[in-house]
Antibody
Framework: QVQLVQSGGEVKKPGASVKVSCKTSGYSFTSYGISWVRQAPGQGLEWMGWISVNNGNTNYAQKLQDRVTVTADTSTSRAYLELRSLRSDDTAVYYC???????????????WGQGTLVTVSS | EIVLTQSPGTLSLSPGERATLSCRASQSVSSSYLAWYQQKPGQAPRLLIYGASSRATGIPDRFTGSGSGTDFTLTISRLEPEDFAVYYCQQYGSSPTFGQGTQVEIK
């Protein structure tokens, strides 16, 4: 069965960076993209970025594009989200999701990881 | 950026009733690239509908998506106890964005 298992929660200080991993299994990793979505406490969903695992194309939310990088390692079927220059309003649960956009653009996300809480606090 | 506005913010209904959720886009969503997700407390979102009207794998037929252009609707024909949750629309025709969500609560 399709599974996405994310790394554990993180506590970071303002200005630091965080890297969240997403280990996938149960499907062909290169046949789908990976999207990242976050959710601040008590708030709605915010799309952050996407990678085509097949060709490495990426697409980022404009407000985050200077601070975020999404990568994928086909040898381990893992995807990664790195967010730099953390601020208190980056405190959120971060989700990875299998994206049906394969090559050029993100599409809908049909399987999701369990979420990783990143807390930014001094 | 395409802004999605969902209404109502909260829908109070009883099991067995029909739920109608609206999602309005600030500009036309190309190729009906509109999805609906369900989220329960403490859980990840679950894909219900993609392409405005196609049900995702395993989604019961009481969930129906419709619409095009700037106006989209999710209809739950008869609410089951497990359907009480928050529902989000998402457009992915351009850089993806989500609506703010509609909470469907038990009346």
């Amino acid at each position: 069965q399709v599974q996405l298992v994310q790394s554990g929660g993180e506590v970071k200080k303002p200005g630091a960076s965080v890297k969240v991993s997403c280990k996938t299994s149960g499907y062909s990793f290169t046949s789908y993209g990976i999207s990242w979505v976050r959710q601040a406490p008590g708030q709605g969903l915010e799309w952050m970025g996407w990678i085509s695992v097949n060709n490495g194309n990426t697409n980022y939310a404009q407000k985050l594009q200077d601070r975020v990088t999404v990568t994928a390692d086909t040898s381990t079927s893992r995807a990664y989200l790195e967010l730099r220059s953390l601020r208190s309003d980056d405190t959120a649960v971060y989700y990875c999701a299998r994206d049906t956009g394969i090559y050029a653009n993100p599409r809908s996300a049909d399987y999701w990881g369990q979420g990783t809480l990143v807390t930014v606090s001094s | 950026e395409i802004v999605l506005t969902q209404s109502p913010g909260t829908l109070s209904l009883s099991p067995g009733e029909r739920a109608t959720l609206s999602c309005r886009a600030s500009q036309s969503v190309s190729s009906s690239y509109l999805a609906w997700y369900q989220q329960k407390p403490g859980q990840a979102p679950r894909l219900l509908i993609y392409g405005a009207s196609s049900r995702a794998t395993g989604i019961p037929d009481r969930f129906t998506g419709s619409g095009s252009g700037t106006d989209f609707t999710l209809t739950i024909s008869r609410l089951e106890p497990e359907d009480f949750a928050v529902y989000y629309c998402q457009q992915y025709g351009s850089s993806p964005t989500f609506g703010q969500g509609t909470q469907v609560e038990i009346k």
